[in-house]
């Protein structure tokens, strides 16, 4: 018998669902994982490294197999990274999980991570990348998106209680 994650987090990068993800699974007294971990793991590098040396189909084909193998595997709470829903067989493999897109705007963007070019997507010009990235993947988020919560202007606490309100969630 296959596990069911508790919840899953999707959002851009720098949106805060790895911290977010932790509170959360410490509130539901459950484990957490991050699949950008579950292959910087297996991988023996840094997604950024990945990008650079193989390119984003190849790190997107390792991130659709962590995907599937973190859903298939744990209980608790599952981060996803910000690229996973543009896989359409990643987003059929949501539905039917409690799944928060956490969202922010550009401007919430630059203050949290100055879209520095750490990441890989936005080497370029940062903001309009981000833009760009958004415009590409909202209706994603929204579409495998059980609940959506606002990160903009909000503490990590706050946001995790917004999650665990819209998901109706009981606590460990």
Do not use: C
Request: glycine share 8%; proline share 5%; net charge negative.
């Amino acid at each position: 018998m296959s596990a069911v994650p508790a919840v899953v987090l999707v959002g851009p990068m720098g949106v805060g669902k790895s911290t977010v993800g932790r509170l959360l699974a410490e509130r539901l007294g459950v484990g957490y994982r991050d699949t950008d971990d579950d292959i910087v793991a297996e991988q023996g590098r840094e997604i950024s490294e990945i990008f650079l040396d193989e390119g984003e189909p190849v790190f997107r084909t390792m991130e659709k197999r962590a995907v599937r193998t973190a859903l298939a595997e744990h209980d608790g709470v599952v981060a996803l990274g910000g690229g996973a829903v543009l896989d359409p067989d990643t987003r059929a493999l949501l539905a039917g999980h409690r799944v928060v897109y956490l969202s922010m705007e550009v401007e919430e963007a630059v203050r949290r991570t100055g879209l520095n070019v750490a990441r890989p997507l936005l080497a370029v010009n940062p903001r309009k990348q981000w833009r760009e990235l958004m415009e590409a993947r909202r209706h994603l988020y929204e579409e495998v998106a059980t609940a959506v919560v606002p990160t903009d202007g909000r503490t990590p606490e706050e946001v995790t209680q917004a999650a665990f309100d819209a998901l109706e969630l009981k606590q460990a």
